[in-house]
């Protein structure tokens, strides 16, 4: 098991996003050639920080253009840099889908696809905004890898972990501050699940901001005498499928909790996984096939049955499946 944070830490909140721009600057400042291609938007997702920090001459506005600012990318790769995309998850993979299918993946280019504001956290911005469907255009292309980081550490460390594997990579990062779960200077691993609490009466697989509602629900379950297992799938693509198999083969269940759309993320990756190798009933927390709407993050997470109340419900219907 990897360290979390302890009482104190866990009391803090910071953004995803907010760890973007100065690791970074870290990164550059350890000699890694990175660079960072923006689309008008590097106060949001905070390329800004890397460019105050001494690397101005690193960093590429490219104005509200995302598709060349993939292409730009693209071609920075091609030169021998390390290449990191930043815009609204919304406009960074769906707006320029094309171009990371046909030219960054195709090609297996080195570079890191990194928006900010993605799912129903982004709130007021509204359905337009709120991206619920990345983790499934980018889990669906050949040569890239999908992390989901549950909080500020966790996102250092993808964005560290993007840095150093060669080829694309897909860090989700959002607009919302959410409690600390790791310590500040944990480790993570692509291909890897870890295993948050252990529990004996059913699996919960959850990543990003769920991973915070999870743990409520583990919590909640215990004062009925329930003991949930809590996974957080930080690698969505590869999938750890070993952690996951030889949980539920402990808990004879699973529920699957997602800031995102029911189809195609890691609800379904870990469909596929149980389908193949160990079935079992399963139960899906997440955006039921549905565009987003304006209101503020709390709010939403109850609206579109995504908070800890939503995940117990889900756990009983599993566990009477058995």
Known sequence: MVTLANAEQSQVKRATRAAYGVTLAELAGEGVPVVAVDADLTGSTTTAKFAKAGYADRLFNCGIAEQNMVDVAAGLATTGNIAFTG???VFGTGRAYDQIRNTVCYSNLDVKICPTHAGVSVGPDGGSHQMLEDVSLMRG????RVLVPADYAAARAAIKLAAKTPGPVYVRMGRAAVPCVYDDDVELEIGRAYVLREGSDATVVACGVEIREALAAADMLAEEGV???VIDAFSVKPLDEDTITASVAKTGCC??????????????????????KNPAPCEFVGVQDRFGKSGEFEELLGYF???AAAIVEAVKCARGRK
């Open 305 to 307: 049955n995504l908070d």
């Open 141 to 144: 292309l050949p040569n890239m």
């Open 227 to 229: 003991s949930i297992e």
């Open 87 to 89: 815009s609204f998850a």
């Open 255 to 276: 529920v699957v909790a997602e800031e995102h759309s029911v189809h195609g993320g890691l609800g379904s990756a870990v469909a596929e996984c149980l389908a193949r």
